[in-house]
């Protein structure tokens, strides 16, 4: 094959051009990046030989090595991992994973506008694009690699032009080596001297420690020969001689005692195990005997992934069996609800060659994820009581989790609404605090019979819903409900300490107190004397309401809708048919205030006629208004603004 030329996809070459005027002044982290991608090459290599043992070629001993050149400014990071072929170099180097590229794109120009040190940040690992980090200290870079199981070598070069060249090479052992051919100023003296073995030993030391292949290093000393007996030959000359050393220890953290470990070592771990470059939320480290022994180190992520919720996120805990590797991510470990833990399981009593069909089989795995649950859910209810502030941190970044894991338990898993809705917070109408549920309940007053909720799309058109008056003014407290998913969950938690939960637009109030019972009887007077003019008002809106009522909940607005209370609400109907599934339609019902002087405009009108145009005009204007209201756009606005005019023009 030829020498064959590629252009970069557009946001790779973007990427490129901030890597080599790059922002970060810890360039230092390209060595990380560069030998955790060797980590993960052999860790694939592990996994796939354990059904295809021929990938191995010979050789199980698994290594990392790095060449430092100093004559030719160089400096090899070499695998004996996976390796790739011709089609995945141009899927994994020529075009950078598309989930993440614009995220990480925009994070760093910002950062770069605003003249922000990304130094302790490190956005690089957080996207994946941590192969590109080379060329911050490298003018060109250089790759052979060839798959393990496959004859074929391939050779990738580039020097961040706009384009890259691939051709066939030779390769006698499987795995991959990059070579950077580094800048003046990285070839040099000093502590950026990227050829310099004791620089690059320490770099190891304090980024690679824990990773659990041997990175080695060849080192030149000069010795004196000794004799026969052992003894130094004083009067000879040194000898030069070559001496290979591991540079990392390869003891896994998790193996030490807590007590041992540090919070620095434990975050400098994590972002070298899982690529997260921030101190995490939370940490839980335990070793656990018993019907299954293991050891676990999972943590909580100080922030939640920017794809967290789609369908490319891959969750899942890494497993082990007395330190060896056997899986990257087993989703079976923990329910879905907690998928934004991370971490890893060691233990002795699972299988080596154990397959992802036999795992869902597995009893000890589900006796480990059990107790894994319950110490994540223990830990979380533990600081909820005891550190709320750094609970609702938690809320803020992860809390849509637990309340997805509230409405899927519908579908499954009858006891995980027991196992969370202690965890869930709302914002409430009570000083726009968040509560939770244990909290509502025990500041109600003993005459309030339910839990009320309003949902909208934010705190600010909630408190404006003419269904807030009566509740403000009653001082009843009201729970906000502004995620598209917290009705959802509200539905399925159904009651809490037997109170059930109430939505303010949604069927009756159910208020018992004297004052709201003589109103509803009031109304239904109301209603009973406006029977005729109801059912004209519904005639002219025809299919646009189930029904139109006289309001008891009221006070200063004209109008409001509502819905039935058996059937999903606006926000409810405004989800679904976000998610392309319109088939889920509220019941709207129309609430008329009959204290308003708008319902006196509206008694006049109908006297004249049901079928007269200003009485036609008014039931349309009322139900636009009452849309409006909901935050909804009218169906026809040119309609509504020219009814409106002629109006007003009157």
């Keep these: 094959m030829s020498k064959e030329t590629f252009e970069f996809q557009a946001e790779t070459r973007q990427l490129l051009n901030l890597m080599i005027n790059s922002i970060y002044t810890n360039k230092e982290i390209f060595l990380r990046e560069l030998v955790s991608n060797a980590s993960d090459a052999i860790d694939k290599l592990h996994y796939n030989s354990l059904t ?20 030719s400014k160089t400096l090899t990071i070499s695998d004996n991992g996976l390796g790739m072929n011709r089609d995945e170099i141009v899927e994994n180097i020529g075009t950078i994973a598309k989930s993440g590229t614009k995220a990480f794109l925009e994070q760093m120009q910002k950062a770069k506008e605003e003249n922000a040190d990304l ?54 052992t499987r795995g991959t080596s990059i070579t950077l051919h580094l800048g003046k100023e990285f070839a040099g003296e000093g502590e950026n001297d990227f050829t310099d073995n004791w620089t690059l030993q320490n770099l190891i030391k304090k980024y690679s420690d824990y990773v659990r292949y041997p990175i080695k290093m060849a080192f030149d000393k000069e010795e004196k020969p000794k004799d026969e007996e052992g003894k130094v030959i004083e009067d000879a000359e040194p000898v030069k001689t070559t001496e290979i050393r591991t540079l990392n220890s390869m003891k896994p953290l998790w193996t030490k005692n807590k007590s041992e470990i540090s919070q620095e070592e434990y975050t400098e771990f994590i972002k070298n195990q899982f690529h997260d470059w921030e101190a995490p939320m939370e ?8 019907n299954v022994e293991y050891t676990s180190l999972l943590y909580i992520p100080a922030k939640a992934p920017f794809n967290l919720y789609h369908t490319d996120y891959e969750p899942g805990i890494q497993l082990y069996s007395r330190q ?65 502030d750094e609970y609702e941190k ?119 107190d004297a004052e709201s019972q003589e109103v509803k009887k009031e109304t239904e007077t109301i209603a009973k004397d406006n029977t005729d003019m109801i059912k004209d008002i519904k005639e002219v809106l025809g299919d646009k309401v189930s029904e139109v009522k006289v309001s008891s ?31 889920f339609k509220a019941r709207r019902i129309l609430e008329l205030n009959p204290k308003h002087d708008l319902f006196a405009r509206l ?48």
């Design 52 to 71: 295809n043992t021929e990938l191995l070629e010979g050789n199980s001993n698994y290594e990392i090595y790095l060449i430092p050149d100093k004559d």
């Design 119 to 172: 130094s302790d940040k490190e956005l690089i690992g957080q996207f994946g694009v941590g192969f590109y980090s080379a060329f911050m200290v490298a003018e060109k870079v250089t790759l052979v690699t060839r798959k393990a199981g496959e004859a074929q070598a391939y050779r990738w070069e580039s020097t961040a032009d706009g384009s890259y060249t691939i051709e066939e090479c030779e390769k006698e």
């Design 283 to 290: 940490i839980f480290h335990n070793k656990t005997e018993g």
């Design 324 to 388: 060896v590797f056997i899986m990257d991510k087993c989703k079976d470990l923990l329910p879905d609800y907690l998928r934004f833990v991370k971490g890893l399981v060691d233990s002795p009593d699972l299988s080596l060659n154990i397959s992802r069909e036999l795992l869902q089989q597995s009893r000890e795995l589900k006796t480990i994820g059990k107790s894994l649950e319950k110490t994540v859910l223990k830990a979380l209810a533990k600081k909820m009581e005891n550190h709320r």
């Design 394 to 512: 938690f809320w803020e970044q992860f809390g849509k989790s637990i309340k997805i894991g509230i409405y899927n338990s519908m579908f499954g898993g009858n006891d995980t609404v027991d196992k969370l809705k202690e965890l869930v917070l709302f914002t409430s109408s009570k000083e726009n605090k968040n509560v939770s549920l244990k909290e509502y309940v025990g500041r109600m007053p003993e005459s309030q019979k339910k839990i009320y909720y309003a949902a909208g799309t934010d705190m600010a058109t909630i408190e404006k819903l003419p269904q807030m008056e009566l509740l403000k003014e009653k001082g009843l407290e009201v729970l906000y409900l502004v995620d598209p998913v917290d009705e959802f969950a509200i539905e399925t938690i159904r009651q809490y300490e037997g109170k059930d939960f109430q939505s303010i637009s949604r069927g009756d109030l159910d208020l018992d």
């Design 553 to 583: 909940r009221l006070k200063s607005s004209a109008v409001c809708l509502v819905t039935d209370a058996q059937g999903p609400s606006l926000a409810m109907e405004h989800t679904f048919a976000a998610m392309d599934n319109p088939m």
């Design 603 to 650: 008694q006049n009108l109908h006297a004249q006629g049901k079928d007269s145009a200003d009485f036609k005009d008014y039931c349309d204007l009322l139900y636009t208004q009452a849309l409006i209201i909901e935050g909804i756009m009218p169906e026809n606005p040119v309609d509504f603004a020219n009814k409106l005019a002629k109006l007003m023009a009157k």
